[in-house]
């Protein structure tokens, strides 16, 4: 029989026992919608990741206090003070360093802050100049803080939405009203435009003049990071070195191991949160798989049963002179047909379910071409695994012995 008689055939056996066929290829199908699924999901999920830390800010690198075992170097014992603002002004004029562009230090602590009767716990950050560039984060209203701020330690604040929404009810214009933090008069001169659910996101965060941070709340000479931007992204690992050699020396540290600094980039951390999110789904698509092997031994048996309810068929075959090859041809065939039916079917549940989640929880739809290969690939192949034993066994029936089989 050539192979399209063999598939005919095949299908119109399928739908001579509909509801077993149905019940067949159930397995398959949840098992490669879960799959699809769970595949689909991780990758919006990476993809979400990806396009939040970007917006933190583009060749950005973080100089942190303290040595870790990640960013340029490792040493040192952890300590949050071995960073100093003179250290962001001495990297801002170096003329050592040809691969940076912007500078900002930042100091960041929590504070209670209040507008009338209104108050709430918040994070204040003391800020340079350069600090809302390099966090990608835009004045929506009245205007940022300017250097002039920083050089005279003036008590000015720039508030986000989220803080507009606590603090200020009715139709009060917010520019200009003063507002305490810790018991100090602030003036807002400026609102952030809203970034929404951004991972570290500035909607809730006041900003002050740094220098204001540290002599009028804080009473303290150090900051918590230090922010620089690459002039592109090729030269954001010669940044990291040069940022990396230049602190060691303005902190008179000899060896790199001892260094009480750690410098990071976007990248780094991207890299890190890929690697947590990847092996998340990973261990999520290899429970989920498990529903596939099930899905096919209940194929192989179904079509052993098959192979029992048709044996006088086969042995009518092979008195025929019929070959074993198109016995063993003529079940695998039928086992093939329906794992594929099952993965189409998952393949579309799987694509289906993507697209609900994804958009339900606000995440990119990301329909994975790997998935859809991973789904037809894997259908055919529980076809042929499950389908053989089946069909081999049907193969090696004898033709008198099949004839007398009742």
């Known amino acids: 029989m050539k192979l399209l008689e063999i598939l005919e055939e095949s299908i119109l056996v399928l739908k001579t026992n509909r509801m077993r066929t149905v019940l067949?290829?159930?397995?398959?199908?949840?098992?490669?919608?879960?799959?699809?699924?769970?595949?689909?999901?991780?990758?919006?999920?990476?993809?979400?990741?990806?396009?939040?830390?970007?917006?933190?800010?583009?060749n950005l690198i973080t100089i942190s206090p303290g040595g870790t075992q990640s960013g340029f170097l490792r040493g040192g014992p952890d300590d949050a003070k071995t960073l100093k603002y003179n250290d962001a002004l001495e990297i801002e004029k170096s003329d050592r360093l040809t691969t940076v562009d912007k500078v900002a230090a930042s100091?960041?602590?929590?504070?209670?802050?209040?507008?009338q009767e209104n108050n709430m716990n918040t994070n204040v950050i003391g800020i340079t100049e350069n600090y809302f560039s390099l966090r990608n984060i835009e004045i929506e209203y009245g205007v940022g803080i300017t250097q002039k701020d920083i050089g005279t330690s003036s008590k000015v604040v720039v508030i986000g939405n989220g803080v507009i929404e606590e603090l200020f009810t009715g139709k009060v214009n917010p520019i200009g009203q003063g507002i305490r933090i810790d018991g100090n008069s602030f003036k807002i001169i400026g609102i952030t435009k809203s970034k929404g659910s951004e991972m570290v996101s500035s909607d809730n965060s006041v900003f002050i003049p740094l220098t204001t941070a540290q002599k009028v709340l804080y009473g303290i000479d150090h900051v918590t990071s230090i922010l620089v931007s690459a002039k592109n992204e090729e030269l954001i690992d010669p940044a990291m070195n040069q940022l990396g050699y230049l602190l060691l020396e303005l902190h008179g540290i000899k060896n790199p191991e001892d260094a009480d600094f750690s410098i990071t980039s976007q990248e780094d951390?991207?890299?890190?949160?890929?690697?947590?999110?990847?092996?998340?789904?990973?261990?999520?698509?290899?429970?989920?798989?498990?529903?596939l092997v099930v899905g096919g031994i209940g194929i192989m048996n179904i079509m052993l049963v098959t192979v029992t309810e048709r044996t006088r068929e086969i042995g009518i075959r092979k008195a025929l002179g019929a070959?074993?090859?198109?016995?063993?041809?003529?079940?695998?065939?039928?086992?093939?047909?329906l794992t594929l039916t099952g993965g189409v079917l998952g393949l579309l549940?799987?694509?289906?379910?993507s697209l609900i989640i994804t958009k339900t929880m606000g995440l990119p739809s990301v329909i994975s071409i790997t998935s859809i290969s991973l789904a037809v690939g894997v259908s055919c192949l529980i076809g042929i695994i499950f389908g053989w034993y089946p069909a081999h066994r049907a193969s090696?029936?004898?033709?008198?012995?099949a004839l007398r089989y009742e």
Request: net charge positive.
């Open 24 to 58: 067949s290829v159930l397995g398959i199908i949840i098992g490669i919608g879960s799959v699809i699924s769970l595949i689909t999901l991780g990758e919006a999920s990476q993809q979400s990741v990806k396009e939040r830390i970007q917006s933190l800010g583009s």
């Open 349 to 353: 549940l799987g694509i289906g379910v």
């Open 269 to 291: 951390l991207l890299e890190t949160v890929s690697e947590i999110t990847g092996t998340f789904t990973t261990l999520l698509t290899g429970i989920a798989a498990i529903s």
């Open 396 to 401: 090696k029936l004898q033709p008198i012995e």
């Open 107 to 115: 100091y960041s602590s929590r504070a209670q802050i209040s507008f």
């Open 323 to 337: 070959k074993r090859k198109t016995i063993t041809k003529q079940f695998l065939v039928e086992s093939i047909v």
